[in-house]
């Protein structure tokens, strides 16, 4: 994978993924968003975050899947087990990764969102996600409307089916040109 020529240590990729089963690609270490924030980090070449739950998600995606509708349902937010070292401040540039789960964000993501909002104020957003084919543009939108109320600039979102992550390299490097990366 060729590297962006831009300087892009203002930018930071945080991100979301469920790792264990993962629809239509099996049981893996990486989720499929982590194999798709460690693409545009490779490209990018600038830090990265991955949100940890404090309770990890099931293993399997059917009791994920129930889990994840409870905490839709109940408005539960789950805790993040593990903080950022630095400071929001120092970036420009926010990825924000995560999976669509029921037409919506993971309940971690608006967590994330709620910790670290301040921080997120005034900065250039850019969403991405995997999923399987349920509208990945609602949660742009969600993402959108929620932190507009910031200041931040949401820039055009990137979606790629969670199955095909794997062979999207060349598509995802497209989306940071056209993105002046």
Not at 30 to 39: F, L, P, S
Not at 94 to 118: K, S
């Amino acid at each position: 994978m060729s590297t962006s020529s831009k300087d892009n240590s203002n930018c930071l990729i945080v991100f979301f993924s469920k790792h264990g089963q993962n629809f239509y690609v099996g049981n893996v270490k990486v989720g499929n968003t982590g194999r798709m924030a460690n693409m545009i980090q490779k490209y990018l070449n600038c830090d990265i975050f991955e949100i940890v739950p404090e309770i990890p998600y099931p293993f399997t995606t059917s009791d994920t899947d129930k889990r994840a509708r409870q905490e839709k349902n109940n408005n539960t937010k789950p805790a993040i087990k593990n903080k950022l070292e630095k400071n929001l401040n120092q970036y420009d540039t926010i990825f924000l990764g995560y999976p669509v789960w029921n037409a919506d964000l993971p309940m971690i993501i608006y967590t994330f969102i709620e910790e670290y909002g301040q921080q997120l104020e005034n900065k250039k957003i850019i969403p991405f996600c995997t999923h399987e084919g349920i509208d990945q543009n609602k949660p742009f939108k969600i993402i959108k409307d929620i932190l507009t109320i910031k200041n931040c600039n949401v820039l055009r979102g990137f979606g790629l089916y969670g199955k095909y992550v794997d062979n999207s390299e060349t598509k995802i490097i497209n989306w940071l040109k056209e993105l002046n990366y």
